[in-house]
C-alpha cells in the first residue's frame, strides 16, 4: 500500500509508463547506503519511469560513474559519497548522500550543482533520511521540469525508454538553445559524460 507521499507523487504525474522490477538482492545491496523509504519505493514500484521519462527512479549502480565526473574537484567528494536516485528527462540527476541525505541536484543541461547548504549536514538516522525522500516525491513539480518542451519532444522523438534522456546539440553551454530544433534523444550516461567534460560546473549554494 502507498504511503502519504508517493501517493502524491502519483497524483502529480500519473502511473508510471515503464517499470523494471527490482530484485531483492539488489535492494540488500544498497542497505547501508539509501534510506530504507527509498528501498520499499523500489520494492513496491519498481525503477520506474513517469509521464514518459519526465521523471525516472533508477538503478544508482548504472550512473556511478557519472556522479563521480560531475562532482570531480568538487567539496562534495570530500563530505559524502552521493548516490543518484532519480532522473528527469532533460538528465537532471538527483542525488541522495549517504549520510546528509537529498540535497544535491546535478543539472547538466545548465552546466551547474545546485547545492541546498542548509539541508547539507549528516542526518542523525534513518529517520531524518527517510523524511529527505518524502519531500522529494511530494515536492515533484511537474511545472518546474519544462514540461512544455518535453511534451514537444516526446511528441516528436516518442517516450523515453530505458537510460534515455532528451540532449540539446549543441548543448546549451556550446551555443545550443531551449528549443525543440535543437533536442535529439540521447544515450543518458553517454549524453551526460560528455557534458561533464566540457567546462567545471558552476556551484550554485541554496541557503534559505
Not at 15 to 24: D, G, L, N, Q
Not at 93 to 114: A, D, R
Not at 180 to 208: G, N
Amino acid at each position: 500500500m502507498r504511503d502519504e507521499a508517493f501517493s502524491f507523487f502519483i497524483d502529480e504525474v500519473g502511473e508510471a509508463t515503464t517499470s523494471r522490477y527490482v530484485p531483492e538482492t539488489e535492494i540488500e545491496k544498497w542497505k547501508a547506503k539509501l534510506p530504507p523509504l527509498l528501498l520499499n519505493y523500489w520494492r513496491d514500484e519498481g525503477w520506474s519511469s513517469y509521464h514518459n521519462g519526465l521523471l525516472t527512479i533508477v538503478n544508482p549502480e548504472e550512473y556511478e560513474d557519472v556522479v563521480d565526473e560531475w562532482l570531480e574537484d568538487t567539496y562534495l567528494e570530500e563530505i559524502d559519497i552521493f548516490h543518484v536516485i532519480a532522473i528527469n528527462g532533460f538528465g537532471d540527476l538527483y542525488l541522495c548522500g549517504e549520510v546528509t541525505g537529498c540535497c544535491v541536484t546535478v543539472s547538466p543541461l545548465h552546466n551547474t550543482i545546485f547545492v541546498d547548504k542548509k539541508s547539507l549536514k549528516n542526518k542523525i538516522d534513518n529517520v531524518n533520511l527517510d523524511f529527505d525522500i518524502e519531500s522529494f516525491f511530494i515536492g515533484y513539480d511537474i511545472e518546474y521540469q519544462n514540461s512544455e518542451l518535453f511534451e514537444k519532444a516526446v511528441k516528436k522523438f516518442g517516450p523515453l525508454g530505458d537510460n534515455e534522456i532528451f540532449g540539446f546539440e549543441p548543448a546549451l553551454t556550446l551555443g545550443g538553445e531551449l528549443d525543440i530544433k535543437y533536442i535529439q534523444k540521447v544515450d543518458a550516461r553517454i549524453h551526460l559524460s560528455i557534458l561533464a567534460q566540457l567546462a567545471d560546473p558552476e556551484i550554485d549554494e541554496i541557503t534559505v
